[in-house]
């Protein structure tokens, strides 16, 4: 890496590297759709707010699941740390009380498509998949949600117009944790692998959940979550829901037409 790359500039090429080991199990083309579609080099994704803020953002993909996501909604309430869940849309037909009671909670819950399938945003037609999650999700939660995350960060162009159409904003994110690796790093060492790459406006990425699992018993996410709150408040910084770092709303206007008609 040249000497002559800014911090930015060295900080994006350490996370490609680092998304790119972390996928060479999954094959070389799953490596380079990443790198062409998904943080820090895909396009369109917001993927950390104002670097002089002193807030953070804990994000959350793949669940609702049982036991992973109610403990940590457990953990993120004795924390007092809001945060957002980007939910898959089968997950939420599973478990569509955990979601409502991280919505009630005051995190932000956040679209990941239906059923997590990286194939449908790459298809120049469609959009059930965005659809389809909005619907269960706005049924279980009472709100439509306006944050959108895709499946492995990839976002195509025509993936990239269908949410803007829809009036969403595509959040990626900047810290990544790796936490879906199996067998579970150690909680705490993920926290403090996290820990220095965590700087104001990061957009901090783990899993509750498993797309299409009705059960996630993984238990480090948590371990790690405890441990790396109090250690990015020492650095003098708070956390924060995606919707507040970047001041845009996380959910529609709540008036159904049928209900402004009555207006
Ligand atoms: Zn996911």
Not at 37 to 60: A, E, I, M, Q, W
Not at 97 to 114: C, L, Y
Not at 161 to 190: F, H, I, N, Q
Request: aromatic content about 8%; some cysteine.
């Amino acid at each position: 890496m040249p000497s002559s790359f800014s911090g930015a500039q060295k900080r994006r090429w350490a996370m490609a590297k680092d998304n790119w080991d972390a996928l060479a199990p999954t094959g070389l083309p799953n490596q380079l759709m990443t790198l062409a579609l998904s943080p820090p080099f895909g396009g369109g994704h917001v993927n950390y707010g104002k670097r002089t803020d002193n807030r953070v953002c804990l994000t959350f993909d793949d669940g609702p699941n049982r036991p992973c996501t109610e403990d940590l909604l457990d953990a993120l309430g004795e924390l007092g740390v809001p945060a957002t869940f980007f939910c898959v849309g089968w997950n939420v037909q599973q478990y569509p009380d955990i979601a409502a009671r991280a919505a009630r909670e005051g995190h932000d819950v956040g679209n990941h498509s239906m059923s997590h399938s990286r194939k449908q945003g790459l298809m120049p037609l469609g959009g059930d998949h965005i659809d389809a999650a909005e619907r269960v999700i706005a049924d279980a939660i009472g709100k439509v949600p306006r944050l959108y995350r895709p499946p492995w960060g990839w976002l195509s162009p025509f993936e990239r117009a269908r949410l803007s159409s829809r009036r969403y904003t595509v959040v990626g994110w900047d810290v990544y944790t790796r936490d879906w690796k199996l067998p579970e790093t150690d909680g705490e060492l993920m926290a403090r692998t996290a820990l220095p790459q965590v700087i104001g406006g990061s957009i901090i990425l783990f899993h509750d959940g498993c797309a299409l699992a009705t059960t996630w018993t993984k238990t480090q996410t948590v371990r790690a979550v405890r441990a790396l709150v109090p250690m990015v408040r020492d650095k003098g910084l708070e956390f924060s829901t995606v919707s507040d770092l970047l001041s845009i709303p996380a959910y529609a206007e709540t008036q159904t037409p049928t209900l402004k008609a009555l207006a």
